[in-house]
């Protein structure tokens, strides 16, 4: 009996595909042959082959695949893995799916970073993670808030970065450190080492190419945060074909706090597509413009499942149709999208 499950166990081992954490630079890392993970590879690869422009049964089938996956793992461990030594947290990488694809995601993005020449009239963007953005025009790059175990690994790359409001899942303090620690901007309304960036009033700011406007909201229309939020506008200039871009952070989606950064504006971020987050679309005061709507903030895996926490898929998708933009997008992390002649592809 015991040689016949040994059997077994061999026999499974050696018909199973191995799968290497994504790979563009063709270094080797530690094969993985956890079956779970191997079916987490193959769901992220087959993902990566479909378009956030287009939402049909292949891609939703994934979707719900990326949340079955998600919801296995209990928010509790992610921050365990958060904390971990890299030795250890590579083994969770190895055996976790979803933090498979976490780390998939980010290996992906930087990869593409530091290897993508963006062409004149053009823009590039990720979504990194939760509502964390990469933007890469001509003349520069910069990050919207950036949270992710390895995100420090950006912050060579990075010119400047955004961050809506000091909750830990929208930054990370060691890339702010690196940044700070080299002279780079960082516009918020609490990181105290970019004391020329750092306002708590709506304001404006220049970075070589780029304009940024910031105003100030309320924390989800709680009444106990009334400033806790900083929407923030980063127009990156004509060498970027004017791409520009706003995010609304978790704030209240309120027009009067939007004020500053109103007016048309190529793509929104705003977070899973509540009723209330419709309420800045439009042409009076405080209201935008836009040709986009970025859906975010999916599976953020600090926080509990949905109804606890978590924005879940299942109901981002339901909110999908109700949000009040011709062009709403659902990318996922990893994810790229290319603004040129006007429109994103």
């Given at each position: 009996m015991r040689i016949g499950y040994l059997l077994i166990l061999l026999?499974?081992?050696?018909?199973?595909?191995?799968?290497?954490?994504?790979?563009?630079?063709?270094?080797?890392?530690?094969?993985?042959?956890?079956?779970?993970?191997?079916?987490?590879?193959?769901?992220?690869?087959?993902?990566?082959?479909?378009?956030?422009?287009?939402?049909?049964?292949?891609?939703?089938?994934?979707?719900?695949?990326?949340?079955?996956?998600?919801?296995?793992?209990?928010?509790?461990?992610?921050?365990?893995?958060?904390?971990?030594?890299?030795?250890?947290?590579?083994?969770?990488?190895?055996?976790?799916?979803?933090?498979?694809?976490?780390?998939?995601?980010?290996?992906?993005?930087?990869?593409?970073?530091?290897?993508?020449?963006?062409?004149?009239?053009?823009?590039?963007?990720?979504l990194l993670y939760n509502m964390g953005f990469v933007v890469k025009t001509p003349s520069g790059c910069f990050g919207i808030d950036i949270n992710h175990r390895l995100a420090n690994d950006l912050a060579p790359y990075l010119d400047f970065m955004c961050i809506t409001h000091a909750d830990g899942d929208h930054y990370d303090p060691k890339l702010l450190k690196s940044m700070s620690d080299n002279g780079k901007p960082i516009i918020s309304n609490f990181y105290k080492e970019s004391s020329e960036y750092m306002s708590k009033v709506a304001s404006s700011y220049r970075v070589n190419n780029f304009t940024i406007r910031t105003d100030v909201a309320d924390h989800l229309r709680n009444p106990k945060f009334p400033t806790y939020v900083k929407p923030i506008r980063i127009d990156c200039g004509e060498d970027s074909g004017n791409f520009s871009i706003l995010t609304g952070g978790d704030s209240g989606f309120n027009p009067m706090h939007f004020k500053n950064v109103q007016g048309p504006v190529s793509a929104t971020i705003i977070r899973w597509g509540a009723e209330v987050e419709n309420s800045i679309f439009g042409t009076g005061e405080g209201q935008v413009q836009t040709n986009y709507a970025i859906l975010s903030h999916l599976i953020e895996l600090r926080h509990e499942l949905y109804p606890n926490g978590q924005a879940s898929i299942s109901k981002t998708l339901e909110h999908l149709p109700n949000v009040k933009c011709e062009n709403t997008i659902l990318p996922f992390w990893g994810e790229k999208l290319i603004w040129s002649n006007g429109v994103l592809h």
């Open positions: 026999f499974t081992f050696m018909s199973c595909k191995t799968y290497n954490l994504y790979d563009v630079n063709n270094k080797t890392r530690q094969n993985i042959t956890d079956i779970s993970v191997i079916e987490a590879a193959k769901t992220i690869k087959n993902f990566r082959e479909t378009s956030p422009f287009s939402l049909d049964k292949e891609r939703l089938a994934l979707w719900y695949k990326l949340e079955s996956i998600s919801d296995r793992l209990d928010n509790s461990t992610f921050k365990e893995y958060l904390d971990a030594p890299e030795e250890k947290a590579v083994s969770m990488e190895r055996t976790i799916p979803i933090l498979y694809i976490y780390r998939e995601a980010f290996d992906k993005v930087l990869y593409e970073v530091q290897n993508t020449k963006v062409k004149k009239g053009s823009a590039v963007i990720w």
